[in-house]
């Protein structure tokens, strides 16, 4: 009888330390299932944090645009090509700033002329052309630089007014087509010969087209010397997507000599300056 007792005791304890086993495994899987949902959790929140990163125009403007990181999403709704140009057009407060952005999205009031126009050397073409003050004599020394290079420049187109840029791009929506004139002038408002600050070169007196002067064999050291006078190249070859105009080689627009070098040393449009360096400075 004992060893019959002694089996079932044993039988007993192996059944009792089974059950207490699967017991123990039962809330292991339990726990498991905690700790792995747990992670599934976090790791849902961190994505919908970094989704939450982006502000709810960037959100509809990555949706439309798959293909670009987070970073160019947040860089070109910066610059609001999210947005149609010319529909909620904003107007420059300050229009006077030697640094005012000038596009299809930021407008200079329609009644603002520049106080201190003064005449620059000119091609002819136009008759007496002027620009402010300051960049006028900037670009006169730009003159000299490249006298001395034995390179002539002079300008062919500087401010204009805002009624002279409407009939200008009237005139040629109506012999090219809107799309065209959109590309290569600018609607009454968002030009930047308004402000005066801007000219449009010819060099070595070629007027055979506005483009000849990319065809110039000093034309690329003329482009590295730019910033050194206060001017960039406005319209480059590469930024059309930024600045939605068709690339124009005699386009300049002086900016001053610290905001012109910046762009000069990072290769940038005046939209991508502004962007990077946190905000646009029409408001200042």
């Known amino acids: 009888m004992d060893i019959v007792f002694k089996v079932l005791a044993v039988v007993l304890l192996v059944i009792t330390v089974g059950y207490i086993g699967s017991i123990g495994y039962?809330?292991?899987?339990?726990?498991?299932?905690?700790?792995?949902?747990?992670?599934?959790?976090?790791?849902?929140?961190?994505?919908?944090?970094?989704?939450?990163?982006?502000?709810?125009?960037e959100q509809a403007y990555a949706g439309k645009n798959p293909k670009l990181s987070e970073q160019q999403v947040i860089l070109e709704v910066s610059m609001n090509l999210d947005k149609e140009p010319y529909k909620d057009i904003e107007t420059i407060k300050h229009p006077e700033s030697i640094t005012a952005l000038v596009n299809k999205y930021y407008a200079l009031p329609a009644d603002y002329v520049p106080q201190d126009l003064v005449s620059v050397p000119s091609s002819g073409e136009h008759g007496d052309v002027q620009m402010r003050k300051e960049a006028a004599e900037a670009f006169e020394q730009l003159i000299e630089a490249c006298r001395q290079k034995g390179l002539i420049l002079n300008a062919c187109s500087t401010y204009r007014s805002y009624d002279d840029q409407k009939i200008l791009f009237e005139n040629g929506k109506n012999s090219r087509g809107v799309d065209y004139a959109d590309s290569?002038?600018?609607?009454?408002?968002?030009?930047?010969?308004?402000?005066?600050?801007?000219?449009?070169?010819?060099?070595?007196?070629?007027?055979?087209?506005?483009?000849?002067?990319?065809?110039?064999?000093?034309?690329?050291?003329?482009?590295?010397?730019?910033?050194?006078?206060?001017?960039?190249?406005?319209?480059?070859?590469?930024?059309?997507k930024y600045t939605l105009i068709a690339p124009e080689s005699w386009h300049l627009r002086y900016v001053g000599k610290e905001t012109a070098t910046e762009i000069y040393k990072d290769q940038l449009c005046l939209e991508e300056y502004y962007a990077l360096k946190g905000g646009f400075k029409n408001e200042e």
Do not use: M
């Not at 809330?27 to 790791?43: I, L």
């Open 184 to 240: 290569y002038w600018t609607r009454a408002g968002s030009s930047e010969h308004q402000t005066g600050l801007a000219v449009d070169i010819r060099l070595d007196n070629d007027t055979s087209d506005l483009d000849a002067v990319r065809k110039n064999p000093n034309y690329s050291w003329f482009l590295e010397q730019l910033h050194e006078y206060g001017f960039i190249l406005r319209y480059p070859d590469d930024k059309q």
């Open 26 to 57: 039962s809330a292991y899987q339990e726990k498991d299932t905690e700790v792995t949902t747990e992670k599934a959790k976090k790791e849902e929140k961190k994505t919908e944090k970094k989704k939450s990163a982006l502000s709810q125009r």
